[in-house]
Nanobody, 127 residues
Framework: QVQLVESGGGWVQAGGSLRLSCTASGRTFSSYAMAWFRQAPGKDREFVAAISGSGTNTGYIDSVKGRFTISRDNAKNTAFLQMNNLNPEDTAVYYC????????????????????WGQGTQVTVSS
């Protein structure tokens, strides 16, 4: 069974940058898509970005397009979320996630498919 561990969260001023990492273990990393979700205080968890197993396809929510970049290093079993030009609305606990089911390595599963979660890492952006 896959296990996910996030790192890289912290505090930053508006306009700053952070890079989150998610290291996976337990199965062939390149076989499955990875995604980042976030949950702000008092709000539901929301999808942020996803990347296919091969890394060739990515998807983002509109509010982070042009500011966030998802990537992966399959040789290191690690996915990343580079976050630039952060604003206070980005403050949340960020979770990486993977689907239990393996999809085509070029496809992006629906957000509902992600059901294996890391423990989360806090990102706080001050104005």
């Amino acid at each position: 069974q896959v296990q996910l561990v996030e790192s890289g969260g912290g505090w930053v001023q508006a306009g700053g940058s952070l890079r989150l990492s998610c290291t996976a273990s337990g199965r062939t990393f390149s076989s499955y898509a990875m995604a980042w979700f976030r949950q702000a205080p008092g709000k539901d968890r929301e999808f942020v970005a996803a990347i296919s197993g091969s890394g060739t396809n990515t998807g983002y929510i509109d509010s982070v397009k042009g500011r966030f970049t998802i990537s992966r290093d399959n040789a290191k079993n690690t996915a990343f979320l580079q976050m630039n030009n952060l604003n206070p609305e980005d403050t949340a606990v960020y979770y990486c996630a993977a689907p239990r089911v393996i999809y085509n390595v070029k496809s992006l599963p629906p957000s509902s498919a992600y059901n294996v979660w890391g423990q989360g890492t806090q990102v706080t952006v001050s104005s």
